[in-house]
């Protein structure tokens, strides 16, 4: 078992005043472990809806009709259905196991919070044990420490957070602390975990690459220019060690330069934190530069999956073809692709793609296409692709 | 702007804030004057009589002060009189104006503490509650009593609530602010008034008669002067807050694994506060307005009730200086609300945009 | 810009904003059919004056010949309130109409010209703004005098500012728009380009926010009548009949609602005219709201 998500027929629909909007119809795809899946598509094709659909935050009027989610949380165990999974568990699973990049940092940061506050409120929330044990340590250092009047002041106060702490360290969600925790005043004795998380914060600060953390730490986002912001967020989504990282577009709104920084940031700390990244873009030349694998998305449904290399090497579906053609090259006149993308309140019957793919016929016009392997990792969902390399599944 | 090259500094911010609020004092007291214009020599003239008696001669103060002088003299005579603390004399309550407002003014103030704590939380818990509720029971429940509270009138609504818990519940809650007997107790020599604020005295006192009393007399007005304007914030809220609820934000706390509690009232709240802290000017000029029509109705001796009396007797000094008075207090508590606006939303003094 | 048919359809769907539109339409009714419901008596030689029953200052309960009672001075309950419901009308209809054209005329002076014209307006409605509304329109009621054109005036004075600095800020954003420009290029006068270019594009919004400022302005109008600054004693006016039941809030002893119908009745039809225009007024603040935009 290879895989870390599977998703099967996922299906979202958007019932608006226009009417119902078929926005993913019958999504499959796998992410495998430590790998990078660039999902390619263009602007409301449905990318960012599957990344939201994966942690179950697809917002009204949207809703996930059918389909299944199934994340291996721990290696080994049975893989869980993300979307039948109580609203605990999912919760404990966001920003922990599955996290996100926005793709606008000014927008994904809240105005009102330093970047200390909304990146250790992360750590304080997901990796309670590991913050109290670091207090814990601390206060244990300084009842041992040297004996003098003002530690024998302090002493009631440090065995108070003592206690706090081992039971926290023992059951991050033990119901004493807690109680404290909502008591003004009191829950003051739990400063240090505040304090802790916040070293912890500098700490990723430095990993994601801003220089001079510790003051970084301190201010709110509109003083921080959009580069370091972004890094400010893939630092909050990194906070967990995530196994799946799900970056939505992070360099859009970016310099190109800063762009380059951030992918490379991307590839490094991937390796590091050993996680697996689903990275959206509408970019193909972005994801040459850092997937491995890739699926390209057409107007709520996959239609080519297939190793980077072999997807620029041997595009099969129409539509793949064509926005390889439209990237511009130099020296080369780029193809723009004739005829528009369709209204996701009247979609065309059958294949969506066949009202502007040139190679389209009758069978397009009627029936939907089903995904085939036509060469090992090469999935294509194409009606006439599959006579092409012979290796069909009719 | 060029001049300051350092005007984004919140320094610079208070400077730039504090210089409009001159012109505006004196557009406002210009204002006021233009009033004052409305009537004849003899009519102005008392504003300058300080003791009943100077009446029996009208002509000597009309020549003592220029009443038929040029406009701009006349101006300059009558702000430097304001200058000097002389607002003229109060007919209804027959004390000069400047001691008037000293004495109705702890009344009013009264009032003011209980309500505006009551309508500004109140209408922050219930705006976003409804927010946090869109399109459910408790949205539209809160709406329609929003809409409900924001259309009543206030006077209308004050003497409903006289009829039904002074007439109905014989008593139980009173107009006017105390009864006989501790009106008595409270000017005895036993009893020190030390701030004029009845409850607050009577704490101070250790007298809880007086106290009791006190409360229950401030009961309907405080309500009165409550409903209409938590419904106003409310609505105010409920839209802040959906708006903010919408932003990027709030789906990055919520990707984070935040309950939805803690999404909604530390990360969504804060930032929907906002809009509603830069109206809260606004709020101070509802909150006066209320007074006035409160406190006649409930009889309840204030600055308010004042300037009824003065109105319906046309006393003209007192009405012009009520009105001065609630434009200066106003200007200045815009000024304090701009500033704290630019504390709290740090954007504000770095866009260096004056409100 | 918005589809008429969508605003229409949000409107639909929204059942508070139809017990709106009922509410004013039978307002507009009752205003309209006044001299059929409450028909003035013979020889009335003002038919907005309420006629008298006698001079008796207690208030008497329903009865057939007043089926809402009569206030103290005998004054009619019944054609009060009809007829009240035209002064209110009234009252709404001609101060928010001169606002409006002050507004509008002040508002794209200051934004088409700008400049100093602009600073010398923007400052005066600094001015009207640095007093709270009522208290202001107070003292101009006292200092004309009262009556019920003081009133109405005193309502102008303080309501145009924020029309002026509205219809300003519009137009200053319309000014920029390529049409603009052009027309311009081509030598349009100012007041053609006003008039034809900027006002049609920018006073949408003016005007719904005006349509619904009525509510507001009779509760003011009716809050100085109460407080005896208005219409003079017995015209048909709201505000004014609650006033004639400040004597009258607790009855007799043992009977404390007795004159309940002085105050419940005439503050019913405040209370319903004003709750049509803000139901009204609140569900197309949600509808043209862009932030909450198409849901």
Redesign the interface.
């Known amino acids: 078992m290879n895989e870390l998500l599977k998703i099967r027929g996922l299906t979202v629909r958007f019932y608006t005043y226009e009417g119902v909007v078929q926005a993913l119809e019958d999504v499959n795809l796998d992410i495998n472990r430590k790998e990078t899946f660039g999902l390619v598509g263009e602007t409301g094709c449905g990318k960012t809806l599957t990344a939201l659909s994966i942690l179950r935050l697809v917002f009204a009027p949207g809703q996930i009709e059918s389909g299944s989610i199934y994340f291996n949380v721990d290696n080994g165990n049975e893989p869980v259905d993300l979307l039948t999974i109580s609203e605990d568990q999912i919760r404990a699973i966001r920003g922990s196991k599955i996290s996100m990049v926005f793709q606008e940092p000014g927008a994904a940061l809240n105005p009102v919070y330093t970047i200390g506050d909304q990146i250790s409120e992360v750590i304080l929330l997901h990796r309670r044990q590991e913050v109290a044990q670091k207090a814990l340590r601390t206060v244990n250092k300084l009842l041992a420490g040297k004996k003098g009047f003002i530690s024998l002041l302090a002493k009631p106060v440090w065995l108070m957070e003592r206690g706090l702490y081992q039971r926290i360290a023992q059951n991050p969600r033990a119901e004493g602390p807690r109680i404290v925790s909502r008591i003004l005043l009191v829950r003051g004795l739990l400063w240090r975990l505040k304090g802790e998380s916040i070293k912890m914060t500098i700490d990723l600060l430095k990993e994601v690459e801003i220089p001079d953390p510790a003051r970084v730490a301190r201010q709110h986002p509109h003083q921080l220019s959009g580069g370091m912001k972004q890094r400010g967020v893939i630092a909050m989504a990194l906070a967990c060690s995530p196994k799946l990282l799900i970056a939505d577009e992070p360099t859009t709104s970016l310099d190109v330069t800063i762009q380059a920084q951030i992918l490379q940031l991307l590839n490094q700390l991937k390796s590091e934190f050993e996680s697996s990244i689903l990275y959206i873009t509408h970019d193909l030349g972005v994801a040459a530069e850092i997937c491995d694998r890739v699926g390209v998305m057409y107007s709520g449904s996959l239609c080519e999956i297939a190793p980077v290399d072999e997807i620029y090497a041997n595009p099969l579906h129409p539509y793949t073809k064509a926005l390889l053609a439209a990237v511009p090259k130099p020296g080369v006149e780029p193809h723009a692709i004739g005829g528009i993308v369709p209204d996701p309140l009247a979609l065309p019957s059958g294949c969506r793609f066949h009202p502007r793919c040139p190679s389209a016929t009758e069978i397009c016009r009627e029936h939907i296409p089903t995904m085939g392997e036509l060469a090992p990792g090469h999935f294509v969902a194409c009606h006439n692709c599959q006579g092409e390399t012979g290796g069909s599944s009719r | 702007m060029q001049l300051w090259g350092f005007a984004l500094e919140f320094r610079a911010y208070i400077i730039r804030r504090l210089a409009l609020v001159v012109?505006?004092?004196f557009?406002?007291s210009?204002?006021?004057f233009a009033?004052?214009q409305?009537?004849s020599p003899v009519e102005r003239a008392a504003l300058y009589v300080t003791d009943p008696k100077q009446f029996a001669n009208i002509t000597e103060i009309i020549e003592k002060y220029g009443l038929n002088d040029p406009l701009w003299v006349q101006y300059g005579n009558w702000i430097s009189q304001i200058f000097h603390g002389n607002l003229g004399w109060s007919k209804v309550v027959s004390l000069p104006v400047t001691d008037a407002i000293l004495n109705f003014l702890p009344a009013t103030l009264e009032l003011a503490i209980f309500a505006t704590p009551l309508i500004i939380l109140g209408g922050i818990f219930l705006g976003s509650k409804a927010a946090a509720h869109k399109d459910k029971a408790v949205d539209h429940i809160t709406?329609?009593g929003a809409?409900?509270g924001?259309?009543?009138?206030?006077?209308?609504l004050g003497?409903?609530l006289?009829?039904i818990f002074?007439?109905?519940f014989?008593g139980l809650f009173p107009p006017e602010r105390l009864s006989t007997a501790m009106n008595i107790v409270v000017h005895s020599e036993a009893f020190t008034q030390y701030t004029g604020l009845h409850f607050l005295d009577a704490i101070l006192n250790g007298n809880w008669q007086v106290l009791g009393d006190s409360l229950r007399h401030l009961f309907l007005p405080v309500i009165t002067l409550t409903v209409v304007q938590l419904a106003f914030i409310m609505?105010l809220m409920r839209?802040s807050m959906?708006?903010s609820l919408?932003?990027?934000?709030i789906?990055?706390?919520?990707?984070?694994?935040?309950?939805e509690n803690t999404v909604v009232s530390k990360?969504a709240r804060?930032?929907a506060l906002?809009p509603v802290l830069t109206i809260a000017g606004y709020i101070?000029?509802?909150l006066?307005?209320g007074v006035?029509?409160t406190e006649?109705?409930f009889n309840y001796k204030g600055l308010g009730w004042w300037?009824?009396q003065s109105?319906?007797h046309?006393d003209?000094p007192s009405?012009?200086a009520?009105?001065l008075f609630?434009?200066i207090l106003?200007?200045l508590t815009?000024l304090v609300v701009d500033l704290l606006y630019a504390k709290?939303?740090?954007?504000v003094r770095?866009g260096g945009q004056a409100a | 810009m918005m589809g008429l048919r969508f605003v229409l359809y949000q409107l639909k769907k929204n059942p508070l904003s139809i017990i709106g539109v009922a509410i004013l339409i039978t307002f507009i009714i009752i205003a309209i059919l006044a001299p059929f419901i409450a028909p003035p008596p013979e020889g009335h030689y003002d038919r907005y004056m309420i006629p008298r029953d006698g001079f008796s200052p207690t208030p008497q309960p329903p009865s057939e010949e007043h089926i809402f009672g009569t206030t103290e001075g005998q004054y009619d309950i019944f054609y009060g309130v009809i007829w009240g419901t035209r002064s209110a009308f009234q009252v709404g209809l001609i101060v928010i109409g001169v606002v409006l054209v002050i507004g509008i005329l002040l508002g794209s002076l200051s934004g088409y010209f700008g400049g100093i014209i602009d600073e010398i307006i923007m400052r005066i409605t600094d001015i009207f703004l640095a007093f709270p509304a009522l208290i202001l329109a107070m003292a101009i009621t006292v200092a004309l005098g009262p009556s019920l054109k003081s009133v109405m005036l005193a309502l102008i004075t303080v309501s145009w500012p924020p029309y002026a600095r509205l219809i300003r800020g519009d137009i200053l954003v319309v000014r920029e728009e390529d049409y603009v420009e052009a027309s311009r290029g081509i030598g349009s006068s100012h007041l053609r380009i006003i008039t034809r270019h900027i006002l049609p594009n920018s006073i949408y919004p003016t005007l719904i926010m005006a349509s619904l400022d009525i509510g507001a302005v009779v509760l003011a109008a009716a809050a100085l009548s109460f407080l005896g600054l208005g219409a003079p004693e017995g015209y048909a006016d709201w505000g004014q009949m609650i006033n004639f039941s400040r004597n009258w809030i607790v009855g007799p002893p043992g009977d404390p609602l007795a004159y309940w119908y002085t105050v419940t009745i005439p503050g019913i039809f405040i209370f319903l005219f004003v709750m049509g225009w803000n139901l009204l007024g609140d569900s197309f603040r949600d509808i043209l709201d862009p932030r909450l935009a198409r849901r």
């Open positions: 012109p505006v004092l557009g406002v210009l204002l006021v009033l004052l409305m009537f709406r329609a809409i409900m924001w259309s009543l009138p206030t006077f209308w003497l409903m006289l009829m002074y007439g109905f014989s609505r839209s959906l708006e919408g932003k990027g934000y789906l990055t706390a919520r990707a984070k694994g935040l309950d990360h804060r930032n906002i101070f000029a509802l006066v307005n006035v029509i006649t109705i300037a009824w109105a319906i046309l003209i009405v012009l009520f009105a609630n434009g106003f200007v815009n709290i939303d740090p954007r770095l």
